[in-house]
């Protein structure tokens, strides 16, 4: 069994596989770059390594680094969290061939699935080769990466030229890999996403859907589930459609596989190989611990033939530090005080406690909250109320935005789609 986990990462998702290994028994091993050196998830891990610079290129995404200090530690499994080297398959197989327990897909996974292009291929589909003005709007993305970078919408057939150049820049810069694909841009759509948990016995669990409709910059702000709205046999398909990427690739452990549904029809978009940022909601709604599962399935244990009956609905919202009215500018300064009212049905997942610091080198998220309750009208309520009587002195966050958001008319009514911000904070 594994007894001392290395979580590869920072931030509120370091702290969040530290808080279940505790539970569970597990020892565990954090690694900071020197601005990291007094964070939470360094303060909350049993040992911490130090690796040292601030730039993530030097610190959290050198694989040969973390390796080194996973052995030197002691060690026998290593956890990627989300992000930086979470789904880089070379990194996988640098933790294998050190003799280390991956906890994640095998690496041939991560591989196939890496490529947007490849995982479109593996679902029967075809990127648009040749762009007329019939097929217009489209949508440049990324063959790697996600997060909204490489990514432009074109409307109009003389701008394609210059936004694949554009595109295939900022692919390069953003995942080291140019490689951009043209898509239909699919307007007024849902992002509509499923889990998927699969075994090394050949069991997967799809494990219902997730509303992510509503994004900044092609990131998710808010995350729900169920899906609301969406009839039994679109649900039914995209499960089936979800289980068979997963068989495609003889995929092990948690991935989430993403669709943009409109016109009562699912378009695959991707899978991502590893866990989400939103996984809570699914936690919450089935009753799971999903990195508890993540462990079990690296040990070599099965899951039940059938996954928990699913029970209320959840919502999640991140708290950014970052300045909605002027360009999501990510904030910095002195987090003076960070704490939110004990709620039952209220899950509260942060990187940052009072007294912290937020740096200008990574990703200005503080926390992500979650509420769960029977209904989703009382999720959303709980949620906004949790959000608006939370203590959160220090740099400007965009909480304010987010309580907005959940009582929106038009989010309250489950109406909303992947157009939300535009329409409604256009300038």
């Known amino acids: 069994m594994i007894s001392k986990v290395l979580v590869a990462n920072r931030g509120e998702i370091a702290c969040r596989v530290l808080r279940t290994c505790a539970e569970l028994g597990v020892r565990t091993v954090a690694v900071h770059s020197d601005p990291d050196e007094r964070a939470l998830h360094t303060r909350t891990a049993d040992e911490a390594v130090r690796l040292p610079g601030a730039p993530p290129a030097d610190t959290y995404l050198r694989g ?7 052995l030197a530690a002691g060690a026998d499994a290593v956890h990627p969290g989300y992000g930086f080297l979470s789904e880089n398959p070379d990194f996988a197989r640098q933790v294998l061939d050190a003799g280390l327990v991956w906890i994640g897909p095998p690496p041939e996974a991560i591989e196939a699935m890496a490529s947007k292009t490849r995982a479109k291929e593996l679902m029967g589909l075809e ?15 990324a063959a790697a990466g996600g997060g909204g970078r490489g990514m432009r919408v074109v409307r109009r057939l003389e701008d394609l030229e210059a936004e694949l150049t554009a595109a295939r820049a900022e692919a390069l810069s953003a995942f080291g890999d140019g490689e951009v694909f043209v898509e239909p841009y699919v307007e007024g759509g849902r992002h509509v996403e499923v889990q998927v948990l699969a075994d090394t016995h050949g069991t997967v669990w799809a494990l219902g859907t997730r509303d992510c409709s509503l994004q900044r910059r092609h990131q998710k702000v808010v995350e729900e589930a169920p899906a609301p709205g969406l009839p039994p046999g679109l649900v039914e398909d995209l499960h089936r459609q979800a289980v068979r990427a997963a068989r495609a690739v003889d995929y092990v452990g948690a991935g989430t596989v993403e669709f943009l549904v409109a016109d ?40 039940d033939p059938e996954p928990p009956a699913p029970r209320g609905h959840a919502v999640e919202a991140r708290l950014y530090a970052e300045d909605p009215a002027h360009g999501w500018a990510p904030q910095t300064g002195l987090l003076h005080r960070f704490a939110f009212p004990e709620t039952a049905g209220v899950r509260v997942d942060a990187g940052f406690a009072d007294g912290d610091r937020i ?7 503080l926390a992500k909250v979650v509420a769960h309750a029977p209904t989703r009208a009382e999720a959303v309520r709980k949620l906004a109320g949790a959000l608006e009587r939370a203590a959160v002195h220090g740099p400007v966050t965009n909480r304010g935005l987010l309580v907005n958001s959940l009582r929106h008319e038009e989010f309250v009514t489950g109406r909303m789609d992947t157009g939300f911000y535009d329409r409604h904070l256009a300038g």
Do not use: C, S, W
Request: no cysteine; proline share 6%; charged share 20%.
């Open 127 to 141: 990127p648009l080769r040749e762009v007329t003005g019939a097929d217009l709007p489209v949508l440049v993305k």
């Open 264 to 303: 009562g029809r699912a378009h695959f978009l991707e899978m991502n190989t590893r866990l989400q940022v939103e996984h809570p909601v699914t936690e919450a709604v089935y009753g799971i611990d999903l990195v508890a599962l993540q462990l079990r399935i690296a040990e070599g244990g099965a899951l």
């Open 64 to 70: 040969d680094l973390i390796v080194k200090a996973a």
């Open 359 to 365: 740096g200008v080198h990574y990703d200005p998220m």
